[in-house]
């Protein structure tokens, strides 16, 4: 008897997520930085995966995103996406376009997402801003690379908002964000994060816009949610926002296992027999010893 040939799994397409909303079925999506963690998340059952320029602070340790390159993400991306290729899940791949990357014109933001699609293994590029990069937008669709964009608490304007603070709290400024949202969905987005902003504004703009809204910090109304990985496993105990939901402690689990090993080698108990190997052939022989065969096998002796 021959085994059936195992029908190719599929991976979930932009144009997957987009008909998620339309069937009123939730997007679960996750940030990953390297291999290990990318196949994990898409084990577990995620979406999509998002390459995020948070990075820069969880992975780098930078106190914003700004520092972070278009060859870091490059780097990340093409570890997330080996990570994906050898992983049993079906998770989109979404890659962030750092600072400095699309901003200074369009031209320059096309090349960009070439790099993160050839280089990187982006399915999708995801940029922040509004109606003023509708341009830059159109022009990367064009060039054959679906776009998510990303409206609200933009990290990379950290300056320019004066910290990380909950955006489009009056109306004027809320109105304001649904024209950014609009714009995006016209400029050719297949998708849009809502990052930080009142849940009844994300609420209004997830009913108007035919894309899907990905909140983070927006409250239940979205088509989806995103969350960085590292806060949802809570493996940095002093991180913890309000829109943060902690599904564990691996932080402390992790400070607690590296605590046990330390002190299991001090006390000499690890490693213990099992963890040992032998040989039955092998003679010792100290550098000490005076007379030694010329056939001893030296192990640990000084030459
Ligand atoms: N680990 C991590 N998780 C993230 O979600 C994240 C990053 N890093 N780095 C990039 C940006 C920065 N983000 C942040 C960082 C801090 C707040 C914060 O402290 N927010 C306050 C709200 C302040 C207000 O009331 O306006 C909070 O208490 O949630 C929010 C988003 C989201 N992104
Ligand atoms: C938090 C998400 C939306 C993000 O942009 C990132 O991880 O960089
Ligand atoms: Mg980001």
Do not use: W
């Not at 109306?171 to 849009?192: F, M, N, P, Q």
């Not at 400070?255 to 330390?262: E, I, L, N, Q």
Request: hydrophobic fraction near 45%; glycine fraction near 10%.
């Amino acid at each position: 008897m021959s085994t059936q040939p195992q029908a190719p799994r599929r991976r979930l397409t932009i144009t997957d997520l987009r008909k998620m909303k339309v069937a009123g079925e939730k997007i679960a999506m996750v940030t990953a930085y390297d291999a290990a963690m990318a196949r994990l998340v898409d084990e577990g059952g995620a979406d999509a995966v998002l390459v995020g320029d948070s990075l820069g602070m969880v992975f780098q340790g930078h106190d914003s995103t700004l520092p972070v390159a278009l060859e870091h993400m490059i780097y990340h991306a093409a570890a997330v996406r080996r990570g994906l290729a050898r992983s049993a899940g079906r998770a989109h791949l979404t890659v962030d376009m750092p600072f400095g990357s699309y901003q200074a014109g369009a031209d320059d933001a096309v090349r960009s997402a070439m790099r993160l699609a050839a280089e990187g293994g982006a399915e999708a590029v995801k940029l922040e801003g509004g109606a003023d990069y509708a341009d830059v937008i159109r022009r990367i669709v064009r060039a054959g690379v679906p776009v998510m964009g990303h409206i609200g608490l933009t990290p990379q304007s950290v300056h320019r908002m004066g910290g990380y603070v909950v955006q489009g709290k009056d109306s004027e400024k809320a109105r304001r964000l649904l024209d950014d949202a609009r714009a995006v969905e016209a400029a050719g987005c297949s998708a849009i994060v809502l990052e930080c902003i009142p849940a009844e504004l994300a609420r209004v703009i997830t009913g108007e816009l035919s894309i899907p809204t990905i909140g983070i910090g927006a409250g239940p109304h979205c088509d989806g949610q995103v969350l960085v990985v590292n806060d949802l496993l809570g493996l940095d105990g002093a991180f913890k926002p309000k829109f943060v939901k902690r599904y564990a402690e691996q932080g402390a689990s992790t400070a607690g296992a590296v605590s046990a090993y330390a002190a299991e080698v001090k006390q000499g108990s690890f490693p213990a027999e099992e963890h040992s190997f032998h040989s039955k052939t092998l003679r010792l022989v100290h550098a000490s010893e005076e007379e030694r065969p010329d056939d001893a096998q030296v192990v640990g002796a000084p030459v």
